[in-house]
């Protein structure tokens, strides 16, 4: 039986209140907050943490065959994002890792692939939206990840939610652009396709419940997303399903995520369903797809260890809208009075791969001692070439000492940085993200997360970061 064998999300930590953007320009926002990537944060860095969610258990990582990154705010162009996420997670060196981006249509492409795909495939839905201040984009918007595995009992995992069936309806309507370089998309007036993505909706929905014998009534969750709201609200109403069945979208609490709305959205369902339900996801833009899942009896056993609930409601209070502003290159702050940042070179960066990507230490197979970063000499024992590799990126630590540099450059002054003694000896000095001052503190307790630590000539440099341990929150690394 093929289907899905694991689901992680990622929901970044801070928040936007809508009234907040709504007090600085006069003008009406809604109410709620909207999630928000942080300054250190983008669409890869995102992946990764989602991805990393969804391997956490089972041991997937050494089954997987196949990769694909799906947004529509690509870090680099020309460049592959998808292999700075296969570096990350140690994957295997064969493993095919590639981009579907572009679009938000890309995440139904790369779904429908691994679904349809004879490998243990690993993909990975990430978006950052980004609109002109007080726009729609902007206010209805949202940051996020998810993350799924598809494959079957031969990939050595048991299937939580089996592949009934799929269909898509592909049509050309202009109703959303942006040209390569343009800071914000352009939209037609929404009452244009409305119409024609319920159309297309309906359609794709019916083929696929004929390809599984189903009627819409024995539909228990009902998924709908899109960046087109009226849409996805007129599909919802008209679907033909149980009202109980219509699932939340969630953008009152986080905002639309455009690429990754759909993999949280459905990342939220899996961590609630109960076995031997039918879950109908329905993807809208430039068509319409639908994705035909029946829950399995291994699902509870087999839940992503942060849900999708949790990670929104140990969300931030909400930021200042100035520092969104800032985070997001809409507002221009008087940088420090420092050089400017050197960007990472290519070829050390390549010899250590394994370090700065994969966060791996070495461990002295004679005396014990871990390295970090890891080295051919034991500093302990002087023994030579007698290292074993050791993945740190799950490994928990407790702040030894801390500094708060005011002079530093970052987006997000000041800068935190925490030396961090790691639980079961190794200690390393780095920056603390996702917190305040008030965070800095000796003893407290921190986990490594993925992030982009500067951009400087063009070039990303991605490396790992601590940050608190929330309350209540156990067991591997969040996101």
Not at 229 to 253: K, N
Request: include cysteine; charged fraction near 20%; glycine fraction near 10%.
């Amino acid at each position: 039986m093929a289907g899905l064998i694991a689901y992680g999300a990622y929901v970044p930590y801070h928040r936007l209140a809508r009234t907040d953007v709504a007090a600085v320009l006069g003008t009406g926002a809604g109410k709620g907050t909207r999630a928000v990537a942080g300054y250190d944060e983008d669409t890869t860095s995102m992946a990764v943490e989602a991805a990393r969610g969804a391997l956490a258990r089972d041991g997937l990582r050494p089954r997987i065959g196949q990769l694909f990154l799906a947004t529509a705010a690509p870090a680099y162009l020309d460049k592959t994002n998808a292999t700075a996420v296969h570096a990350a997670l140690g994957l295997d060196e064969h493993v095919l890792a590639a981009d579907m981006a572009g679009s938000v249509r890309s995440g139904l492409a790369a779904l429908v692939t691994a679904a349809r795909s004879p490998v243990a495939t690993l993909t990975v839905l990430s978006d950052l939206r980004t609109g002109l201040p007080g726009g729609g984009d902007e206010i209805t918007g949202g940051d996020g990840a998810a993350a799924f595995v598809f494959g079957g009992h031969r990939n050595g995992a048991p299937v939580l939610a089996e592949l009934l069936a799929h269909d898509t309806v592909s049509d050309e309507i202009l109703d959303r652009w942006r040209l390569p370089g343009a800071p914000a998309s352009r939209v037609w007036e929404e009452r244009f396709a409305e119409e024609i993505y319920v159309s297309l909706a309906d359609k794709a929905l019916s083929g696929a419940l004929d390809q599984a014998g189903l009627e819409r009534g024995a539909i228990d969750h009902l998924v709908v997303s899109g960046l087109h709201a009226r849409a996805c609200a007129s599909v919802r109403r008209t679907a033909g399903v149980a009202p109980a069945a219509v699932t939340p979208d969630l953008t009152g609490t986080i905002g639309n995520a455009g690429t990754a709305q759909p993999g949280l959205l459905l990342a939220d369902v899996l961590d609630r369903a109960r076995p031997g339900e039918t879950i109908a996801l329905v993807v809208l833009g430039d068509g319409a797809g639908v994705l035909l899942l029946r829950t399995t009896e291994a699902l509870p056993a087999h839940r992503a260890a942060h849900p999708v609930a949790a990670q929104i409601a140990a969300g931030s209070a909400p930021m200042p809208y100035a520092a969104y502003l800032s985070w997001r290159g809409l507002l221009d702050r008087e940088p420090p009075r420092r050089p400017d940042p050197e960007p990472p070179y290519a070829p050390p960066a390549h010899r250590r791969a394994g370090w700065k990507y994969g966060f791996v230490a070495s461990r002295c197979e004679k005396c014990g001692t871990r390295h970090l970063p890891p080295d051919r000499v034991c500093a302990a024992c002087r023994s030579v070439d007698a290292m074993t590799a050791e993945p740190m990126e799950q490994v928990r630590g407790t702040v030894a000492t801390f500094t708060v540099d005011r002079l530093a450059h970052t987006p997000s002054p000041p800068m935190l940085v925490v030396v961090v003694d790691y639980d079961g000896g190794g200690r390393f000095r780095c920056q603390l993200t996702d917190a305040t001052e008030a965070d800095a503190v000796i003893g407290a307790r921190v986990e490594m997360t993925f992030r982009r630590t500067v951009t400087a000539a063009g070039v990303h440099n991605y490396f790992w970061k601590a940050r608190p341990v929330r309350t209540g929150e156990t067991g591997e690394t969040r996101g």
